[in-house]
């Protein structure tokens, strides 16, 4: 296999994993939702889970999503 080929594998294997892991994890899924919602509620105790709840109806479907699969 060429050096390229290679190189477009890794690259294409990449960006499937990242996407794939915004998508179920509510860290990188929601970051802009916090960003624009709860930037001001420091870490721990479930307050950052219960602002962006708080906040359901404003936040995008990617983050709902993210946000349900944490509850299975």
């Known amino acids: 296999m060429s050096k390229?080929?290679?190189a477009a594998?890794?690259?294409a294997v990449a960006l499937?994993?990242?996407a794939l892991a915004q998508s179920s994890d509510p860290r990188g899924a929601c970051k802009a939702d916090y960003d624009k919602f709860c930037a001001g509620i420091a870490p721990g105790g479930g307050r950052?889970?219960?602002c962006l709840n708080a906040k359901r109806d404003q936040l995008s479907d990617t983050c709902k999503k993210a946000l349900d699969s944490r509850k299975k």
């Open 4 to 6: 390229l080929n290679f």
């Open 9 to 11: 594998i890794a690259v």
């Open 16 to 18: 499937s994993g990242s």
């Open 48 to 50: 950052i889970v219960a």
